[in-house]
């Protein structure tokens, strides 16, 4: 009993001791604020902001692309965050499950400003009609680049390439 015991609690603390911590994407609901926030307060790393609904076609259509490109690009100064423009009722009962299913893990906020949506998308790009899907690189909380519309995936790729 007492070999059995000791071998356990060895095994046990090995297995501790080697498993990685995985890092939790944000998934949260905001207000144009609290987007803003996020984006400044994300520093020295080029970040790929996509704004994006569970109901728009061309937008799951190039989620592949975004998630892969989150992949590919995990070890260099890169950071993806997808903002969906869901309804805030339906963030806990579609958004997170569809995230869930397509395995974005990737930080996630619902911007749920719709009150002042005609002010927010100007503030985010004067050229944005509100479109989705649209594509957003910022560099230490500077806008770099903006596309409204869907991306295909080497168009994404040589974005990004070109910004790294």
Known sequence: MRLFLISF????LVSCKTKTTKVVPIQQIVDFNGYQSYVENTKDTLLLVNFWATW??????????????????????????????????????????????????????????????NTWIRAINEHWTGAIPATILYKNGKQIYFHEGQLKEDELNQLINKYL
């Open 9 to 12: 609690l060895t095994i046990t």
């Open 56 to 117: 728009c076609k061309p937008c799951v259509e190039e989620l592949p692309y975004f998630i892969k490109a989150s992949q590919t690009y995990s070890s260099k100064k890169f950071k993806t965050v997808f903002v969906s423009l869901d309804r805030a009722a339906d963030f806990e009962t579609k958004v997170i499950p569809f995230t869930t299913e397509k395995n974005m893990q990737t930080d996630l906020l619902l911007l749920n400003d719709v009150k002042n949506m």
